[in-house]
C-alpha cells in the first residue's frame, strides 16, 4: 500500500494515527529512525539497558533499564569497593 506524504514547511512530515499508535504499543513507547541512503526507516524502539543497550533480561531500576550482566558487573564493582573501605 503507498501512502505518499509531502514534508511541510518545517520540513515535517504527518503520520497518520493508526501508524503511529502501532509503533508505539509494539515498543517501548519510543520510535527508533534509521536513515539509509534511500529511505528513512521508523521502527518501534525496544526497551534496552542503560548502560550497554542489551535487550536482554532487563530489570527496571529508579526509572531505568539495567540488564542482568551490567547488574553482575555493578555489584562486583560495589562489592570491591565495599571491601576497600572495610580495610582501613
Ligand atoms: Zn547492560
Known amino acids: ?4 506524504r509531502e514534508f511541510d514547511t518545517c520540513g515535517r512530515i504527518h503520520i497518520p494515527v493508526e501508524i503511529r499508535r502501532k509503533l508505539i504499543n ?3 513507547g519510543k520510535i527508533e529512525v534509521i536513515c ?3 529511505a528513512v526507516i521508523l521502527v518501534s524502539a525496544q526497551s534496552e539497558c542503560a ?3 542489551s ?3 532487563l530489570v527496571e531500576f529508579k526509572s ?3 540488564c ?3 547488574i553482575s558487573e555493578l555489584w562486583q564493582c560495589l562489592h570491591l569497593m565495599c ?3 572495610c580495610k582501613g
Not at 500500500?1 to 505518499?4: E, T
Request: charged share 30%.
Open 64 to 66: 531505568k533499564l539495567v
Open 36 to 38: 539509509e541512503p534511500d
Open 83 to 85: 571491601k576497600q573501605n
Open 68 to 70: 542482568e550482566s551490567c
Open 51 to 53: 548502560f550497554c543497550n
Open 55 to 57: 535487550t536482554d533480561n
Open 26 to 28: 509494539n515498543g517501548n
Open 1 to 4: 500500500m503507498k501512502n505518499i
